[in-house]
């Protein structure tokens, strides 16, 4: 094995005592990285705009490890900005941000109304910007060369191939988020902050119930591996995003989908 270090297997894959950040973290995907990385020994907070939600995964979560809510409507500026000072005020640095928060909207594509296009880029897009933008601070204070700050985008598999179903602004929405981080990657990358993406494929989420209840089936069998993916799945790739395993990796678009992506 070459490298400077010896010994490299202990704690490659170690979060503990990382402070993170989970948006949309009351349910879904957001919900499995931030129970995965409660588990695993960081201090998390999550945020989502109802605050019932937040103080009920943080209550949950708060058994297997440190969990707090900070709910906040992330489609608004204004609250990106807030939620960015309440962490500055609770915490001197911020080691790992999860841009997860997202919307989706499905209509015939003659139906399909300009509201859909300003709600799902406001959440979807325009968040993880300016979320990153605001605390860019607080992850450079917990940067450095061996150890950087990670910065993790949920994206999806809708956009890295045409989705059968006719959700346009959700698609389109999520190719943005890839390019936005590779975009900020080669940005924040002398800061020592990585930016990647993951791409999720099938997950058991709200978002994707109705999807699941109508075309589980197909689902599975257009899925290489066959199945629908698990909160371990998610839950091992934003780990290994943000430990030192993943440390010298930016500006990766990482599908976790069972091999669907490939198959297109």
């Known amino acids: 094995m ?3 270090g010896s010994g490299a297997a202990p704690g490659l894959f170690s979060i503990e ?3 993170a950040l989970v948006t949309g973290g009351s349910r879904g995907i957001g919900a499995m990285i931030a129970r995965g990385y409660a588990e695993a020994g960081a201090r998390v907070y999550v945020t989502s705009r109802s605050a019932q939600a937040c103080a009920e995964i943080a209550a949950e979560l708060s058994k297997a ?3 707090h809510a900070l709910p906040a409507d992330l489609s608004s500026e204004a609250e990106v900005i807030r939620l960015a000072r309440e962490i500055a005020e609770r915490e001197p640095a911020l080691h790992i941000l999860v841009n997860n928060a997202g919307a989706t909207w499905g209509a015939p594509l003659a139906e399909y109304p300009d509201a859909a296009w300003d709600k799902v880029l406001a959440i979807n897009v325009k968040a993880v910007f300016h979320l990153t933008r605001a605390l860019a601070p607080l992850l450079e204070a917990a940067a450095s060369a061996q150890d950087p700050a990670r910065v993790i985008n949920v994206g999806s598999i809708d956009g890295l191939r ?3 179903l006719e959700t346009y602004a959700y698609s389109a929405s999520k190719a943005a988020v890839h390019h936005l981080t590779r975009v900020l990657a080669r940005k924040l990358a002398p800061a020592h902050i990585t930016v990647n993406a993951i791409a999720p494929g099938p997950f ?3 978002m994707m119930a109705w999807t699941l209840e109508h075309f589980r089936d197909a689902i599975e069998a257009s899925c290489p591996l066959g199945r629908i993916g698990v909160p371990d799945d998610m839950a091992g790739a934003a780990i290994y995003l943000a430990s ?3 440390s010298y990796l930016t500006g990766a678009v990482i599908p976790v989908d069972g091999g669907i992506a490939t198959t297109r």
């Open 17 to 19: 005592g990382k402070v």
């Open 162 to 164: 045409v989705p059968e």
């Open 2 to 4: 070459s490298g400077s």
């Open 244 to 246: 030192r395993a993943g």
């Open 65 to 67: 490890g440190a969990c």
């Open 204 to 206: 058991e989420s709200k």
